[in-house]
């Protein structure tokens, strides 16, 4: 138990996946992928996949790193040489800061492939709550493309809000470690692996006594 956490009010309600990891001193690196497309106009949009690396889970008050790769998807052939400049502005939910940007460069050459437009490391701090995860999504991207001997070309992107833009996801994870840290209403303010509170304190002590 690392005490002091309670249950996150007005949490999103989001599902996590299971961490298959035992809440040590350090938390385990996992690696995740997403791909997020964003429309800047009615015939133009850019699809961008973030390669990232993350914790498995945190603990309430965390201070924690999220690494990114950002990729076009799929990598552009262009016959022109020139100059990708650009930002992505995050929304993150659980955690602050609340809107991070990641900058978006790379020089290309004629003729050439372009792939890898960013890489970024972003720190982040969990809340002193758990019940909710900390979710990070792409809110939007602003890019201009200066080719050699052609006009810029600029856009302002953002995925609609039907589409998936979440690019990483962190259980916050508190878990019992006695029975009485269920008791007295405390089985609210503590979670098994995957960040999820328990709806009794039954439940709270069968997981203690299961491990």
């Known amino acids: 138990m690392l005490g002091g956490a309670t249950a996150c009010v007005g949490a999103p309600e989001v599902t996590v996946p299971e961490v298959e ?5 350090v938390t385990t690196n996992v690696t995740s992928s997403s791909i997020v497309v964003a ?10 996949a973030w390669d990232a690396t993350l914790p498995a889970f945190v603990a309430p008050g965390e201070t924690f790193d999220v690494a990114w790769t950002v990729r076009l998807m799929p990598p552009i052939l262009t016959p022109y040489a020139g100059v990708f400049d650009g930002q992505a502005t995050l929304a993150v939910a659980n955690a602050t800061p609340s809107a991070p940007t990641v900058a978006l460069a790379a020089t290309f050459g004629a003729n050439s492939v372009v792939s890898q437009i960013g890489s970024s490391t972003l720190t982040f701090t969990a809340p002193h709550c758990v019940g ?80």
């Open 21 to 25: 990891a035992k809440l040590e001193a």
């Open 39 to 48: 429309v800047c106009s009615e015939v133009q949009s850019i699809s961008t």
């Open 132 to 211: 909710a995860p900390v979710q990070i999504r792409l809110s939007q991207i602003d890019y201009t493309i200066m080719f050699q001997g052609r006009p810029n070309l600029e856009a302002h992107c953002a995925p609609p809000a039907e589409s998936p833009s979440v690019v990483a996801t962190i259980p916050v994870v508190d878990e019992p470690e006695t029975a009485a840290d269920c008791k007295n209403g405390g089985y609210g303010k503590h979670t098994d692996l995957a960040g999820a509170t328990f709806k009794s304190q039954g439940a709270c002590i069968k997981y203690v006594i299961n491990g």
